[in-house]
């Protein structure tokens, strides 16, 4: 395992009794994402600042729960195809999407 994931668990860890998600947190779906496409350490990064980004953005604007759909289908690991880490996810993407607009 990579150091910056070591660390970047064990500070989500440290926030977790603060966080008020229902659906998976940072890790496990960038976990998922670059277990399908490939990561570098960067790009690995950049997926757990967007995710945070995008979980606050819908709570925001009342698309909590279809961000959850979307990130639990990622999670699943049902929706990888090559190294489309969302591929089977397109109605959970489509419904998340649709209320964000």
Do not use: Q, W
């Amino acid at each position: 395992m990579r150091l910056n994931k070591i660390l970047a668990h064990l500070a989500l860890f440290a926030l977790v009794p603060f966080l008020p998600m229902c659906g998976p947190g940072a890790i496990a779906f960038c976990d998922a994402a670059c277990d399908c496409r490939g990561c570098s350490d960067r790009d690995y990064d950049e997926c757990v600042d967007d995710f945070d980004i995008d979980v606050r953005r819908a709570d925001r604007l009342g698309c909590g729960d279809l961000f959850d759909d979307y990130a639990n289908c990622v999670v699943s690991g049902d929706g990888c195809r090559g190294t489309d880490y969302d591929h089977y996810c397109d109605v959970e993407k489509k419904r998340y999407n649709n209320c964000m607009d």
